[in-house]
Structures are given as structure tokens and as C-alpha cells.
């Protein structure tokens, strides 16, 4: 006798029914970016379909993911000014912020997270303070926490802390406390590695390092020990999600998190695997939606509640046709 796995696969309608993963809109976070200025819809070269926006055509790309069933949208800044120590991300009137009030105003049930990191707002570009030629990390925390609140004051469901110091999560989650903001939420990126897949970031959110790398704060993309120990501390300071970054080639991570982790766990499938798959389906080389799907199915089988990506609109609005 032969066992035979094959029956299970003769028609779409079995293989509907023994499939065991499954994606919806609802596990969906649309990273956006937002700038000053009027009427502003600048694309961004490298990540095709997506765009700096100013925060009037911000609403309008939110109203569009909300219809789409997408819940939640995580903002990075784009800001005028930048300086030293990123003054201008803990400002009540800063570019964030003012893109925070406007979209829990208008949408009210949209959960709004926002990207907490100096690198955006420095001019050297680094994630935090700089002694020497390196990144103060307890000096940090402070200017950390300052943006979380104002943040929070804004409006913020949650506030994601990307920079990678030691003991953020703890100094963000008692400066919101004590402000008075304990049902703000922390969406900590535990375990974020030195990456390459992070380039067409760098050009979307004008935040490349000046001088140096990002080695002495993000993980070695060589080590797997290493991120159940950041997952756990970043538990043990009251993270309310983990988050693991980039994706694709971190799925082992992804599960290795899952698998220690009483939170919900997401992942950032982070621009360079966006534009990787854009760049080849433009050339022909690739099913670009198939190479969409089965990326996002991999993710949530590695173990991810929640995916942070690029296709959210796409993916959303493809899952809702097939529906
Ligand atoms: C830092 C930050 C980065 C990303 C999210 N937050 C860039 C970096 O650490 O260099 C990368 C996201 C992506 O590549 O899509 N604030």
C-alpha cells in the first residue's frame, strides 16, 4: 500500500478545508509615512505604491485601509528640523503628533501605532544620543520616554519603541504610568537585527546613519539564543506585543519567539523584501501577488498574530475579492 498525502490535495475545495494557516485583513498593520505640508503625495522610489504623505492625504490613505479592514496603521515621521538629540519628536506640535490627533479624530476606532526611535529626528541619524562615536544608552531612555508620552498624549494606542537600548520598554512603560496614560500600549520590536532589507527605508523616512552602522545597538543577524533573551527581557518589562524584524529570513525566529512568548508576536516585513518582490515582478521574474501571499502565509505559519507590511492594502484588498 502506498499512503497517499496526495487526496487531500485533488480538489481547491479539500484543500480548502485541511489548509492550516490563514490570513485576514485583521492581522494587518500598514506602516505609513507622514510629512508637513499641504496636499502632499510624494512616492517613495524604492517601494513602489507607497508614499510620503502630508497628514490631509494621510486621512484619505486611511480611509481607504479602514474600508480595506485593516485596524491599525503605525506612523513614522518625516519632521522639518532635525538636531542632536531629535527635539523636535518629543513636541506636542511635531509631525507625528499632529498626524495622531488627526486620525483619531477622524477615525476614532483606527488603532494608531506609532514608531518610537530618534534616528528619523537626529542629524547624525543614529537612534539615539551620541557620546563620542557612540549611542548613550541611558541617555536615551529619557528622550525615549518623552516621545512616547506625547505620543500617548496625542492619542497613540501604542507606541513601538524600534531603537534596540537596554531597558526601554521599562522606562517607557513608567513614564506613560506616571503620566497617567497606563491603558497606552507597548508594541516593543524585541528582537531587531542589523539588517540590509532596511535600505528603502533609510530613503523613506530620511533616517541613514551618517557615520558608522547600526551594529552596536541591533542584533547580529547570526544569533538565535540571543533573541529569546531580548524577547524575555522585553516581556519581563511589560510588553504588551513582541514584535520580530525583519521577517523572511528570521522566520525561525519568529517561531522561536512564539514558542516563549504568552503576548501576541508580529513581524516586520520590512522594505527591502518588499521592494525585492516589486522590483522582480516589474522585470517579469516573478508572480508578484502569488510572491505577496505565500510570503505573508510564511510569516503567520513561522508563528506571527500580526504582520507589519507594505502589501496591507493589497493583501486586504485581494482577501476581500476572493471572499
Ligand atoms: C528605525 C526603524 C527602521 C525601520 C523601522 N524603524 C530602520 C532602521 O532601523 O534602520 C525599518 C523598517 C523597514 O525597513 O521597513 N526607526
Redesign the pocket.
Known amino acids: 500500500m502506498i499512503i497517499r498525502p496526495r487526496r487531500l490535495r485533488r480538489t481547491s475545495a479539500i484543500r480548502s478545508m485541511v489548509r492550516e494557516t490563514s490570513i485576514t485583513a485583521n492581522d494587518l498593520i500598514s506602516?505609513l509615512f507622514v510629512k508637513h505640508g499641504k496636499a502632499v503625495k510624494d512616492p517613495i522610489k524604492s517601494m513602489p505604491g507607497h508614499y510620503q504623505f502630508s497628514v490631509d492625504t494621510l486621512l484619505k490613505e486611511v480611509e481607504s485601509e479602514r474600508e480595506l479592514g485593516i485596524p491599525a496603521i503605525i506612523l513614522f515621521g518625516l519632521p522639518e528640523t532635525k538636531d542632536e538629540t531629535g527635539s523636535i519628536s518629543w513636541s506636542d506640535d511635531g509631525i507625528v503628533q499632529r498626524a495622531i490627533s488627526a486620525v483619531k479624530d477622524r477615525f476614532p476606532d483606527m488603532v494608531v501605532m506609532t514608531?518610537v526611535?530618534l534616528?528619523?529626528y537626529t542629524s547624525h541619524g543614529h537612534?539615539g544620543v551620541l557620546k563620542g562615536s557612540g549611542v548613550d544608552n541611558d541617555a536615551t531612555l529619557e528622550l525615549l520616554a518623552r516621545q512616547s508620552v506625547s505620543h500617548a498624549r496625542c492619542g497613540a494606542d501604542f507606541v513601538a519603541p524600534?531603537d534596540m537600548m537596554d531597558g526601554r520598554v521599562a522606562a517607557i512603560r513608567n513614564a506613560l504610568d506616571s503620566e497617567g496614560f497606563e491603558q497606552t500600549g507597548i508594541l516593543s520590536y524585541a528582537v531587531k537585527y542589523a539588517s540590509a532589507?532596511?535600505g528603502?527605508?533609510?530613503e523613506a523616512a530620511d533616517?541613514t546613519p551618517q557615520f558608522g552602522d547600526?551594529c552596536g545597538y541591533?542584533m547580529d543577524p547570526a544569533n538565535r539564543r540571543e533573541a529569546v533573551k531580548e524577547a524575555g527581557l522585553d516581556l519581563d518589562e511589560g510588553a504588551d506585543i513582541i514584535m520580530v524584524k525583519p521577517a523572511l529570513p528570521y522566520l525561525d525566529i519568529i517561531r522561536e519567539v512564539r514558542d516563549i512568548s504568552l503576548v501576541p508576536v508580529a513581524a516586520?516585513n520590512?522594505?527591502?523584501e518588499y521592494a525585492m518582490i516589486k522590483a522582480a515582478e516589474k522585470n517579469g521574474w516573478i508572480d508578484g501577488t502569488k510572491a505577496m501571499m505565500e510570503s505573508l502565509i510564511s510569516i503567520k505559519r513561522a508563528g506571527a498574530d500580526l504582520i507589519l507590511t507594505y502589501f496591507s492594502s493589497e493583501a486586504a484588498a485581494l482577501l476581500r475579492d476572493l471572499a
Open positions: 506602516p514608531d526611535c534616528c528619523e537612534c524600534s532589507f532596511y528603502p527605508f533609510r533616517s547600526r541591533q516586520y520590512v522594505s527591502g
